[in-house]
């Protein structure tokens, strides 16, 4: 087993509480990239919204962002490989969402763009709980008046999140989509809607990656837990779902691992890096 690539989700799968990449994991990946293993984070989140604990690790360069809508250059800041929704289908999406009254997010060049008066409504009028005020507090958006303008204006976002409804709503915006084509839709968490184009997954971006430095698949280890995780535990030579993984996600890694919380990520890559 030659592992060089190291291919990690963050929320759920290397990051706790969305928040904290713990001590554990943190040496585990720390140690790996010091062996010159290549460290690829591969998250749901955009460029900007990336932690600092995870892109100053050493090993990493490069970085799978918006469920592989874009891979970007960590160094340059640029972007060298992007899926991203199209003009068109994106003003599609917006005829459907602007039916609903939910927090929206678009993604575009590794940013995040909302409404005016969203991030201060989200906690009262949206009733964001606790655990999701961090995803509105920490990071800096672009707002706009209207989302209906922002699509006519001819954006191509990277992904389109939901990041909080309610479970009949989620599901009923996502057989929506689905009848709609040419769309990835993914949850990475039981309340959220994650929207991508139909070419974009993690997988695929991870495999880019790999072929950019000369790689295989074998020689990729890639962890996840959820959903939008599963095309890149499918692509990856050797795949590890978190113990307190989606049973999705499960299915599609060879092995399962103790629950993230319990430093999963350190135990595979001791496993299958560190110690093989």
């Given at each position: 087993m030659d592992?060089?690539?190291?291919?990690?989700?963050?929320?759920?799968?290397?990051?706790?509480?969305?928040?904290?990449?713990?001590?554990g994991n943190r040496a585990a990946l720390q140690a790996a990239g010091e062996r010159g293993v290549h460290l690829?984070?591969?998250?749901?989140?955009?460029?900007?919204f990336l932690p600092e604990a995870v892109t100053a690790l050493p090993g990493v360069r490069y970085a799978v962002t918006a469920n592989g809508a874009a891979v970007y250059d960590?160094?340059?800041?640029?972007?060298?490989?992007?899926?991203?929704?199209s003009a068109e289908k994106a003003r599609q999406v917006q005829g459907i969402l602007r039916e609903y009254d939910f927090y929206i997010e678009y993604y575009e060049n590794g940013s995040a763009i909302?409404?005016?008066?969203?991030p201060e409504m989200a906690r009262t009028y949206f009733g964001f709980p606790p655990s999701k005020w961090h995803f509105v507090d920490?990071?800096?958006?672009?707002?706009?008046?209207?989302?209906?303008?922002?699509?006519e204006e001819g954006i191509q976002p990277e992904k389109i999140n939901l990041p909080f409804?309610?479970?009949e709503a989620?599901?009923?915006?996502?057989?929506?989509?689905?009848?709609?084509?040419?769309l990835r839709v993914t949850s990475s968490i039981p309340d959220n809607l994650e929207i991508n184009a139909g070419d974009a997954d993690k997988g695929s971006a991870v495999l880019?990656?790999?072929?950019?430095?000369?790689?295989?698949?074998e020689n990729v280890l890639a962890l996840g837990d959820n959903g939008n995780d599963v095309t890149m535990l499918k692509a990856a030579g050797v795949s590890v779902a978190m113990g307190d993984g989606s049973q999705e996600a499960m299915s599609a890694a060879g092995y399962t691992t103790v629950p993230h919380n319990e430093d999963g990520v350190a135990e595979a890559v001791r496993r299958f890096v560190l110690e093989a």
């Open positions: 592992i060089r690539l190291i291919a990690f989700d963050l929320d759920g799968t290397a990051i706790l509480d969305h928040k904290y990449l713990s001590e690829l984070p591969a998250s749901g989140r955009m460029r900007d960590l160094h340059t800041g640029e972007a060298v490989y992007r899926r991203c929704i909302t409404r005016q008066g969203y920490a990071k800096r958006y672009r707002l706009v008046e209207s989302f209906d303008a922002l699509v409804l309610t479970r989620r599901d009923e915006i996502w057989r929506r989509l689905e009848d709609l084509g040419g880019a990656v790999a072929g950019m430095l000369g790689f295989s698949r």
